[in-house]
């Protein structure tokens, strides 16, 4: 069984599909700590929900990223992690801390990677009217939303749609999909070598990335 960590900034509920689905052992892993930057994040009321391990390492304390990395490393080394899962962390986490756990870190992006990278996805694909939208879930380089890609799950765009009604949409295919993924990665269906991703046993493969087209 792997062992997981969840970062978190906000209201955690990819954290919770992540929770339900090692609890219904769709994922062979099980979630030994939450580190959130902020102190404020509901998140940390669902872990508790949950009696899951939590950690506040607040960036506002530590003069640099670098210190702060640092910080969420020295927690991390003591929990024997194989996994950890930014799951609408909203720090970048620096050069050393990415290339230590180099393939074991993923993170979810609210866009079809490498379009919008970092913030305002969503209404960058109402401005620019979009045809599709969807999320992305990538290994973590130092790099901002561009380490190699995992895996995409994608929905057509409705001419009608407001920004909150796409945003609820993406949020439904991100409980799907991510626990999805960490659940194939515990598996060891996915994996990660030579900055290359390698899959096993697994359909849908377009462009070496998985991809899974959503009717929600």
Do not use: W
């Not at 906000?10 to 689905?21: C, H, Q, R, T």
Request: with cysteine.
């Amino acid at each position: 069984m792997k062992r997981i960590a969840v970062l978190i900034s906000g209201s955690g509920s990819n954290l919770e599909a992540i929770i339900n689905a090692c609890n219904s052992n769709s994922i062979n892993g099980k979630i030994v700590c939450v580190i959130s930057n902020n102190p404020d994040a509901y998140g940390l009321k669902r872990s508790e929900k949950y009696n899951l391990r939590t950690k506040v390492i607040k960036h506002g304390d530590y003069l640099n990223r670098d210190n702060f990395d640092a910080a969420v490393d020295e927690y991390l080394a003591k929990l024997d992690i194989d996994l950890i899962v930014l799951a609408g962390f909203m720090r970048v986490l620096g050069k050393k801390i990415t290339e230590k756990y180099n393939g074991k870190i993923i993170n979810l992006h609210p866009s079809l990677l490498p379009l919008y990278p970092g913030l305002n996805t969503h209404k960058n694909v109402i401005i620019n009217k979009d045809k599709i939208h969807g999320i992305s879930i990538h290994y973590v380089s130092a790099k901002l939303d561009a380490g190699p890609l995992i895996a995409q799950g994608i929905i057509k765009v409705k001419g009608d749609q407001n920004l909150d009604e796409l945003i609820e949409r993406i949020h439904k295919i991100e409980h799907m999909l991510l626990p999805e993924i960490i659940g194939l990665i515990c598996n060891e269906n996915i994996t990660l070598k030579n900055n290359k991703v390698s899959y096993k046993e697994i359909d849908n493969i377009t462009n070496d990335i998985l991809v899974k087209n959503y009717e929600i």
